[in-house]
């Protein structure tokens, strides 16, 4: 689903990532771990073309990615991040409802699947309430059913349980991995957690030095 083959990237002199691969076969999980700053983010910017590579060459669903139209990319790939990044003064339902707006997908059929998605995230009934009303783990579910709404092939993560405590942390990777397998996902994580990685097992890599390693 996606394979970087000598990618580099540079910001100004900075390389962040220097004649880097990386590869996640479809309906694959993989674990992105490094220290803050060695790229993991700019990894997954590469991949929906907020950064571009200056070398080698970024493929997604067997096509380079600039055959790609930008549109047409992000529209198969389901976002998740550290913050949730929901619209404060907008509800449940209104904050998912943007987002499936943007793709195109409104009327019953779209409401029907949100509902479904969002009591399979546990949160029946919750959609005329506002974020700052929700929980961490509860903001991070919606956030989850606002990725899934265009139904993806593709959900990549960036550190989807880093503001969470250690319980919630578990129960929002644990759905994760559900879905993925449920939805036959191909998914990419960015953690930290060892813990919860040891838990949840897949596939794990490093970025560092300007590589992406695997193990
Ligand atoms: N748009 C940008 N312009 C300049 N430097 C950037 C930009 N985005 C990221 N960087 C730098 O590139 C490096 C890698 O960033 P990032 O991929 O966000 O790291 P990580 O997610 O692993 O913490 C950092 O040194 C960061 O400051
Ligand atoms: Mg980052």
């Known amino acids: 689903m996606i394979r970087l083959t000598g990618v580099t990237v540079r910001y100004g002199r900075r390389t962040v990532l ?3 691969d990386f590869h996640l076969p479809e309906g694959g999980v993989a674990y992105v771990t490094g220290r803050s700053g060695a790229g993991k983010s700019t990894l997954i910017k590469l991949i929906t073309r907020e950064t571009s590579a200056v070398g080698g060459e970024v493929r997604v669903a067997g096509r380079p990615l600039d055959e790609w139209k930008k549109h047409h990319l992000r529209r198969r790939i389901g976002i998740l991040f550290q913050a949730y990044e929901l619209l404060e003064r907008k509800t449940v339902r209104e904050n998912i409802a943007l987002a499936a707006q943007v793709r195109g997908l409104y009327g019953a059929d779209t409401e029907r699947h949100m509902r479904r998605l969002l009591a399979r995230v546990g949160l029946e009934g919750r959609e005329r309430e506002y974020p700052g009303e929700l929980s961490g783990g509860e903001q991070q579910r919606v956030a989850v059913v606002r990725a899934l709404m265009g139904q993806p092939k593709l959900v990549l993560a960036d550190e989807p349980t880093g503001n969470l405590d250690g319980e919630t942390a578990g129960e929002v ?22 813990e919860l990685m040891a838990r949840f097992p897949a596939a794990c890599w490093e970025v560092a030095d300007g590589k992406v390693r695997s193990g």
């Open 18 to 20: 220097d004649e880097a």
């Open 173 to 194: 990777m644990g759905l994760l991995h559900e879905l993925q397998r449920e939805e036959g996902l191909t998914m990419l994580i960015v953690s930290h957690d060892r």
